[in-house]
């Protein structure tokens, strides 16, 4: 079965777009990946709340200083509505192990990110050991390489886990631990924005434009792509041979309209 996931690099959107647009969107999604801070606001919680599919908060982009202690601060509240956690690296599943057990938390999902770097069925292996529910393949080979490495999970011994393929959308090319936005060496910018969108954007000599997105609590950045990925959903589908999430990452409005026109698409031709 092939099913679909949305992955939001800002929670404002939850709040900004109508939520007639909202739903039309992830009309049939299986899940969506949110910043943890979305599960602990109050107007982005209730536009989460109407979303009906399995609802995943992902950890700090960078895991240090104070965006951990406002994750480990926020950790219960986060627990109230997700359904689970997206890691994105190994240090992650230690740190998210040791709050379940400090917490008495046993009933929520882990998802790995591509910055697991899984290239091969040995690392997907590992981490379906691990007991991870999901993991996005790296999305650096070609699409059919993915696409050979998700059948590959789905043939793992005792595999119980997912593999996800990013098809659409930005991906992270760089975690800054400096803040574009500003030449000042000291914290706080003050316009890496409350939940990240900066509105600047890197520019390389071919004029290609990489978005920045702010990360507060620390004043450091996350840079995305220039360029969306892009592989076609019936290619995909032609060629999976067992269960896989096919995933969307958006960022702004328009990603969200192309998932509007895909949806109607696909209800047409059934
Ligand atoms: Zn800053």
Same mark, same amino acid.
């Given at each position: 079965m092939v099913l679909k996931s949305v992955y939001f690099y800002n929670p404002d959107i939850l709040t900004s777009v109508k939520y007639e647009k909202l739903k039309a969107a992830l009309d049939g999604i299986f899940r969506v990946y949110l910043p943890y801070q979305s599960f602990t606001d109050r107007e982005a919680l209730s536009a989460i709340k109407e979303i009906e599919c399995e609802k995943a908060a992902v950890l700090p %982009? /960078? !895991?240090?200083?104070n965006a951990r202690n406002h994750f480990e601060k926020n950790f219960n509240t986060v627990c109230k509505t997700a359904d689970g956690f997206m890691i994105q690296n190994i240090g992650d599943l230690a740190f998210l192990s040791g709050l379940f057990q400090a917490h008495g938390v046993s009933d929520k999902f882990v998802y790995g990110d591509y910055s697991l770097n899984v290239f091969n069925s040995e690392s997907a292996a590992y981490w379906n050991a691990s007991g991870l529910k999901s993991v996005t393949v790296? #999305? *650096? #080979?070609e699409a059919s390489e993915q696409i050979k490495l998700a059948n590959s999970v789905c043939k793992l011994q005792n595999g119980t886990m997912l593999p996800e393929i990013i098809c659409g959308g930005k991906i992270i090319v760089m975690r800054s *631990? =400096? &803040?574009? /936005?500003?030449? !000042? #060496?000291? %914290? =706080? &910018?003050?316009? &890496?924005g409350k939940n990240g969108m900066t509105g600047y954007s890197l520019t390389d000599n071919a004029e290609n434009k990489f978005p920045v997105i702010g990360l507060p609590h620390d004043c450091q950045n996350i840079v995305l792509s220039a360029k969306n990925i892009e592989i076609a959903e019936e290619y995909a589908k032609k060629h999976l041979l067992g269960n896989c999430i096919l995933r969307y990452n958006v960022l702004n409005e328009k990603d969200l309209l192309n998932l509007r026109i895909s949806n109607r698409k696909e209800r047409q031709e059934n």
């Open positions: %982009y /960078i !895991n240090k200083g790296s #999305p *650096e #080979p *631990e =400096h &803040c574009f /936005i500003t030449d !000042n #060496p000291k %914290y =706080h &910018c003050v316009r &890496c």
